[in-house]
């Protein structure tokens, strides 16, 4: 299974963009990758997937560079609603191997 | 329903009695899935159905732990003799198709469990 590295946590501010970079070295070829967010509470909510390149839609954008070694997850113009924890997962068939995600702090 | 349910969605057991934990999936999903998260961490994998075969169940921690899907609808996470150590949330989703391809999951909201 890919290793997954992403920041233990970010501090933005309400109306930022926020980039949440994810480095996944040994992803296999026919690994997606998929972004999810959880807040407290709550179980993970699935927020995009892609391949390569770029994927947008109405909440983020995923940039996937060609190598495919890292992906970036961005949201823009945060709220404070959007403060909870996102996790990165190179994903192949079903199971979800979920790290120890990005915790997000918006502030006002 | 709208999303994928648990109950109960708290559960408190003494050390060494027996708990069950349910979850109801989005209807018509094929895929259900069990994950444990412990505090602090991220979900780690448990099980996995398709339809009422059990498919995967690598991530069960002991023989303590059972889950079953008897009719593809309804699953049940039963853990016997609880310890401390079980105390956790325990997360289930849901997919709509079979196994193969990066088909996106459904949480439901959790049961925590606490074993005292």
């Known amino acids: 299974l890919a290793k997954t590295t992403q920041p233990i946590s970010m501090d933005s501010y309400e109306g930022q963009e926020v980039n949440i970079t994810c480095s996944h070295n040994?992803?296999?070829?026919?690994?997606?990758i998929t972004w999810y967010q959880q807040f407290p509470s709550q179980g993970p909510r699935f927020i995009i997937q892609?391949?390569?390149t770029k994927v947008t839609n109405e909440v983020a954008s995923l940039f996937i560079p060609a190598d495919r070694k890292s992906s970036t997850l961005s949201l823009p113009r945060v709220s404070l609603s959007d403060t909870a924890v996102y996790y990165c997962?190179?994903?192949?068939?079903?199971?979800?191997?979920f790290g120890g995600g990005t915790r997000l702090m918006v502030k006002p | 329903g709208a999303g994928v349910s648990q109950s109960p969605r708290y559960k408190v057991a003494k050390r060494g009695q027996d708990v069950a934990l349910r979850c109801d999936p989005i209807?018509?999903?094929?895929?259900l899935f069990w994950y444990q998260q412990a505090l602090g961490q991220g979900p780690e994998f448990l099980t996995y159905?398709?339809?009422?075969?059990?498919?995967?169940k690598s991530g069960l921690p002991s023989d303590r732990f059972f889950a079953e899907r008897p009719e593809g609808s309804v699953s049940t996470l039963k853990i016997q003799r609880t310890q401390q150590e079980d105390s956790a949330v325990y997360l289930c989703?849901?997919?709509?198709?079979?196994?193969?391809?990066?088909?996106?999951?459904?949480f439901g909201p959790g049961t925590r469990l606490t074993v005292l």
């Open positions: 989703a849901s997919s709509l198709r079979r196994s193969g391809g990066a088909d996106e999951q459904f």
């Open positions: 040994n992803i296999a070829t026919n690994d997606y």
């Open positions: 892609g391949y390569k």
């Open positions: 997962l190179p994903l192949a068939g079903n199971m979800l191997t």
């Open positions: 209807s018509g999903h094929v895929s």
């Open positions: 159905f398709q339809n009422e075969a059990q498919l995967d």
